[in-house]
């Protein structure tokens, strides 16, 4: 009877710690799959992608993490394989500037074109906007006389 009560618990906190270990590798897995860009799809991770080739990489992301390799391992190896474009957020080089900067350029470029519109119409006087027609219509439902 001991001995089955003994069995019992050692068969329990066996499959306590396999189910604690289930779960810091699947949380270690969303983790990695967050951090690393679908290929084919590239403004989704890996994460929330449904691409085919999404699914090869997550079944290659478990089988390194299986495999005992540390995030920063898998992470070496991704990018080996795959090149910074493999990064969801690839670090700041010479080779990734655009991506960092480019944004941010198109945005200045926009409300620097906005800036110049509107300074433009406001130096423009509102009568010089209108036609020689336009302008003597005015004067005549103002009851103008000279209609310049």
């Known amino acids: 009877m001991i001995r089955r ?70 992470v070496e190896f991704m990018v080996a394989r795959y090149g910074d474009f493999v990064l969801y957020e690839p670090p700041l080089k010479a080779t990734t500037l655009l991506l960092w900067v480019g944004p941010f350029a198109l945005l200045a470029l926009a409300l620097g074109a906005v800036g110049w519109i509107a300074l433009r119409r406001r130096r423009t006087p509102p009568a010089a906007q209108l036609s020689p027609e336009a302008r003597a219509q005015i004067a005549r439902l103002l009851g103008e006389e000279d209609a310049r």
Request: charged residues 30%; glycine residues 4%; contains cysteine.
């Open 5 to 74: 009560l003994v069995t019992v618990l050692v068969a329990a906190a066996v499959a306590a710690v396999a189910l604690a270990q289930d779960e810091a590798e699947d949380e270690r897995f969303r983790q990695l799959a967050a951090k690393l860009r679908c290929l084919v799809c590239q403004n989704q991770t890996l994460a929330d992608s449904g691409a085919e080739l999404a699914g090869d990489l997550r079944r290659e992301l478990r089988e390194q993490i299986r495999a005992g390799r540390s995030d920063e391992q898998i």
